[in-house]
Nanobody
Framework: QVQLVESGGGLAQAGGSLRLSCAAS????????MGWYRQAPGKQRELIAL???????NYADSVKGRFTISRDNAKNTVALQMNSLKPEDTGVYYC???????????????WGQGTQVTVSS
């Protein structure tokens, strides 16, 4: 059973910071791409930040310079440091991971259940 466990969501004031973390359970899994998506009220889910197994990163324009994605390959974890938060950062953040099952040598995409981030003005 694969589970992406998210933590760190909550409430913050504009200008504040939050740090989201996500861990893929199971030592038999290796992560390729990992990232964070956000779904704001009434909007489509969008990619916020992505990091490859090699450490290459990609950010949505709206968060460049404010958010930083990182990962720990040994632990299959990914984190998103969110600084200088704005009210428009509010939404449900979903952890994403492309995981390889090293027992079956198959891979597929997994999603966390989502964690709410609310930024007040």
């Amino acid at each position: 059973q694969v589970q992406l466990v998210e933590s760190g969501g909550g409430l913050a004031q504009a200008g504040g910071s939050l740090r989201l973390s996500c861990a893929a359970s199971g030592s038999i899994f290796s992560a390729n791409d990992m990232g964070w998506y956000r779904q704001a009220p009434g909007k489509q889910r969008e990619l916020i930040a992505l990091i490859t197994s090699g450490g290459s990163t990609n950010y949505a324009d709206s968060v460049k310079g404010r958010f930083t994605i990182s990962r720990d390959n040994a632990k299959n974890t990914v984190a998103l440091q969110m600084n200088s938060l704005k009210p428009e950062d509010t939404g449900v953040y979903y952890c994403y991971a492309d995981l390889l099952n090293r027992a079956t040598w198959t891979s597929r995409n997994y999603w966390g259940q989502g964690t709410q981030v609310t930024v007040s003005s």
